[in-house]
């Protein structure tokens, strides 16, 4: 063996984690003397995650034969999906979202929309399963988490999921307790980037079926209804008189030129409008893969001696 490391021993896993440990700290003791590109509120699980995601995603690269790598669109997707739930959660910013409503709505969209949909169109999970400890593999693997994952994994519980972990917390009640509480204001984040990843897992997933459990137009189906309920809620936001959200009244807006009036628009407008927009782009999305998939499975069909061949118009043949 010489000088090399026990096998057990992870250098790089064991410096996530005793960078956690440090940043936590630092935020405890010394958080007034940070850059702005720590955390203002230390969360183990978003730090942890987008550091282990990114290590076991260099790892599963590094491990992938050259010609199986995915091309440099969706790695960037990838990339800035991860990144930006990084900066929305775990840096200064943080603090501008719990002062300005419309700032955490940013926030909310961010970790809850955007992210979500730029890693599911990255779909890095071959990549992923190659860089993960073989026993988190297994573990994934297990009959457990397989029935799990087929339900959460369906496109109405994952709807439904999306749906709630996203309205939820903009009843103005809820919202006011999660977002004096650290512990209810963790759960919060969490919950909204958990039902954002599995719902988007859900609809963009780009293989065809039986790869996939559901058809492409069932995905596109559910990533395009849930709009509605979407813009029903930010709606109500945007455009009522009453004032939903007191907590920013009463912790102090940042920007005292922008009135609670404005500011609750605003932030109805940023969960109205671009989550709308995602939704239409993700029904193209999912309605060009079922092209794409229809013109590949044409190509190795054989055609029996003396059948008609039709026109298809769809696929633009």
Same mark, same amino acid.
């Given at each position: 063996?010489?000088?090399?490391?026990?096998?057990?021993?992870d250098p790089a896993s064991a410096g996530i984690?005793?960078?956690?440990?440090?940043?936590?700290?630092?935020?405890?003791?010394?958080?007034?003397?940070?850059?702005?590109?720590?955390?203002?509120?230390?969360?183990?699980?978003?730090?942890?995650?987008?550091?282990?995601?990114?290590?076991?995603?260099?790892?599963?690269?590094?491990?992938?034969?050259?010609?199986?790598?995915?091309?440099?669109?969706?790695?960037?997707?990838?990339?800035?999906?991860?990144?930006?739930?990084?900066?929305?959660?775990?840096?200064?910013?943080?603090?501008?979202?719990?002062?300005?409503?419309?700032?955490?709505?940013?926030?909310?969209v961010s970790i809850g929309m955007v992210a979500?949909?730029?890693?599911?169109?990255?779909?890095? &999970?071959?990549?992923?399963?190659?860089?993960?400890?073989?026993?988190?593999?297994?573990?994934?693997?297990?009959?457990?988490?397989?029935?799990?994952?087929?339900?959460?994994?369906?496109?109405?519980?994952?709807?439904?999921?999306?749906?709630?972990?996203?309205?939820?917390?903009?009843?103005?009640?809820?919202?006011?307790?999660?977002?004096?509480?650290?512990?209810?204001?963790?759960?919060?984040?969490? &919950?909204?980037?958990?039902?954002?990843?599995?719902?988007?897992?859900?609809?963009?997933?780009?293989?065809?079926?039986?790869?996939?459990?559901?058809?492409?137009?069932?995905?596109?189906?559910?990533?395009?209804?849930?709009?509605?309920?979407?813009?029903?809620?930010?709606?109500?936001?945007?455009?009522?008189?009453?004032?939903?959200?007191?907590?920013?009244?009463?912790?102090?807006?940042?920007?005292?030129?922008?009135?609670?009036?404005?500011?609750?628009?605003?932030?109805?407008?940023?969960?109205?409008?671009?989550?709308?927009?995602?939704?239409?782009?993700?029904?193209?999305?999912?309605?060009?893969?079922?092209?794409?998939?229809?013109?590949?499975?044409? =190509?190795?069909?054989?055609?029996?001696?003396?059948?008609?061949?039709? =026109?298809?118009?769809?696929?633009?043949?």
């Amino acid at each position: 063996m010489g000088n090399r490391l026990p096998r057990w021993v992870d250098p790089a896993s064991a410096g996530i984690i005793i960078a956690a440990i440090l940043v936590d700290l630092a935020c405890r003791f010394a958080p007034a003397n940070l850059p702005y590109f720590f955390p203002f509120i230390f969360n183990a699980p978003v730090f942890l995650g987008c550091w282990f995601t990114l290590l076991w995603y260099l790892r599963g690269f590094a491990r992938t034969p050259v010609a199986e790598r995915p091309g440099k669109v969706r790695q960037s997707f990838f990339l800035t999906g991860l990144a930006l739930i990084y900066f929305v959660l775990q840096t200064k910013f943080e603090y501008l979202t719990q002062h300005m409503f419309f700032l955490n709505r940013v926030q909310a969209v961010s970790i809850g929309m955007v992210a979500p949909f730029f890693i599911a169109i990255g779909w890095m &999970s071959e990549i992923l399963a190659r860089g993960i400890p073989a026993w988190l593999l297994t573990a994934c693997r297990s009959n457990t988490v397989r029935r799990i994952g087929i339900v959460l994994f369906h496109p109405i519980p994952a709807m439904a999921l999306f749906l709630i972990t996203s309205d939820v917390w903009l009843i103005p009640a809820i919202h006011f307790d999660a977002m004096i509480d650290p512990t209810l204001y963790a759960i919060m984040n969490l &919950s909204c980037l958990t039902g954002g990843m599995i719902f988007w897992l859900v609809v963009l997933d780009p293989r065809p079926t039986p790869l996939s459990r559901f058809s492409y137009l069932t995905r596109a189906g559910a990533g395009f209804l849930v709009m509605f309920p979407q813009i029903a809620v930010s709606a109500y936001i945007a455009l009522t008189s009453t004032d939903l959200y007191s907590f920013y009244t009463l912790c102090g807006r940042l920007f005292p030129s922008i009135s609670p009036a404005y500011d609750q628009m605003l932030g109805g407008l940023i969960q109205w409008i671009p989550p709308g927009m995602m939704n239409t782009a993700a029904l193209i999305i999912s309605l060009n893969a079922l092209r794409l998939s229809d013109i590949k499975t044409q =190509k190795t069909v054989i055609i029996p001696p003396g059948a008609k061949i039709y =026109k298809a118009t769809w696929l633009g043949q």
